[in-house]
């Protein structure tokens, strides 16, 4: 049976180039980075080089990188390590955020813990595609607002926000500027000091890294407090030995990403566009998502009268892998919280599903799918009460 993985948005295979690194590091870099012996050395001159790749990536100073275990622990160090650099600034209302309703749970769930500290949370709505109002922005901003996080494209349905234009209305107001790019990096340009960002999560899984390792941009006179305390590592911020490996292999992506960028977003996005025309030709099929603003690899529909489970089990007996929303939260049964938020009732999110395509995915993997998801959608069908009804 031919095979298809179509869910990179979940997480990408490792890079041949990046798996020989990693593998070589565990040899070539056996020492604690902390150590002034000339193991330790040459890790911690590994550690230093690869962090230069990934600030190159993002158009970063070196020392405004702080490696993490991905990205949940980069939102989380930013959201609750701004908080608490802010909580002796109480007043009545308390210390406001502004996030929005789309966000990643490794988002929406550090500002709802903070809620229940006293701090105001604002979560923005989107609209049908799910784009925040920049005017909405605006003027939900309070005196007591000091952090502004919004994402750099939703990893469900790839709606690209204006992040340039948030940067900058959020340092006209003097707000610290945080952006969730997991998504983004890798398939987006970014330059943090062009768009205005002071806070940026990534992980190294999302663009062809290993699993358990990302990256946090600090603008340097940014402040945060630590979630984790202990040897002081990464400035303070993050203490826990340095994972030498997975820091060589997010480097390695890093460096591969940056060569890559002028060919792979539109080699990718041809065959997303050509996914999306024949998807499209299969009776009662949307698109979710906007239609132009969206990350090149991420083809998001929903299929009137089925639901999205059975869709994607009977595309796992094809040897297709796709996802039916974020793998954070797949194995819960309510409807996601994004397609909900630009208008989709629950039956139609239930019956949604995403496909992410990658730097292998061919044409003649796109024309499989295309072949086979048709019968598979009939089928299930015929057997549907909501699609005879």
């Not at 398939?187 to 205005?196: A, N, S």
């Not at 992506?253 to 990718?268: G, H, N, V, Y």
């Not at 639901?307 to 040897?319: A, C, F, M, T, Y």
């Not at 796709?322 to 239930?350: F, N, Y």
């Amino acid at each position: 049976m031919r095979e298809v993985f179509l869910d990179y948005a979940s997480t990408s295979p490792v890079d041949p180039d990046v798996q020989k690194a990693i593998m070589q590091s565990f040899t070539l870099y056996i020492g604690n980075p902390s150590s002034i012996h000339h193991y330790g050395r040459a890790s911690r001159e590994a550690v230093e080089a690869n962090r230069d790749f990934v600030a190159q990536l993002l158009g970063s100073k070196h020392d405004e990188i702080v490696f993490t275990a991905g990205g949940t622990e980069a939102n989380n160090l930013t959201i609750k390590g701004t908080a608490y650099m802010h909580k002796d600034k109480r007043k009545t209302k308390g210390p406001h955020i502004i996030t929005s309703v789309i966000e990643h749970p490794a988002v929406l769930e550090p500002c709802r813990s903070l809620e229940d500290d006293g701090y105001k949370v604002a979560y923005l709505p989107v609209d049908k595609y799910g784009l925040i109002d920049l005017d909405t922005l605006e003027h939900t901003i309070t005196k007591d607002t000091f952090l502004i996080s919004i994402m750099t494209a939703n990893n469900e349905i790839g709606t690209v926000e204006p992040i340039q234009e948030i940067g900058k209305i959020a340092h006209d107001h003097n707000i610290l500027f945080h952006t969730d790019a997991v998504q983004g990096v890798g398939k987006l340009p970014i330059d943090v000091k062009k768009q205005h960002i002071d806070l940026l999560s990534l992980s190294a899984h999302k663009f062809y890294g290993p699993k358990g390792v990302g990256a946090l941009y600090v603008r340097n006179g940014v402040q945060l407090q630590p979630l984790m305390h202990g040897g002081g590592h990464e400035k303070g911020l993050r203490s826990s030995t340095l994972n030498v490996p997975g820091i060589v292999g997010l480097g390695k992506a890093a460096e591969l990403a940056a060569k890559r960028m002028p060919t792979d977003p539109e080699r990718i996005q041809a065959n997303r566009d050509h996914l999306i025309q024949r998807v499209l030709t299969i009776e009662e099929s949307r698109l979710n998502g906007h239609p132009t603003k969206r990350l090149c690899n991420n083809a998001h529909f929903r299929f009137t009268g089925i639901e999205g489970e059975s869709l994607l089990l009977g595309l796992d007996d094809k040897g297709i892998a796709a996802s039916t929303g974020s793998a954070c939260s797949s194995q819960k049964l309510q409807a996601s919280h994004v397609l909900l938020a630009i208008g989709l009732t629950p039956v139609e999110a239930h019956g949604s599903l995403r496909f992410s395509l990658g730097r292998t995915t061919t044409r003649d993997d796109i024309d499989y799918v295309a072949d086979e998801l048709p019968g598979i959608v009939n089928r299930l069908r015929q057997m549907s009460p909501m699609w005879n009804r």
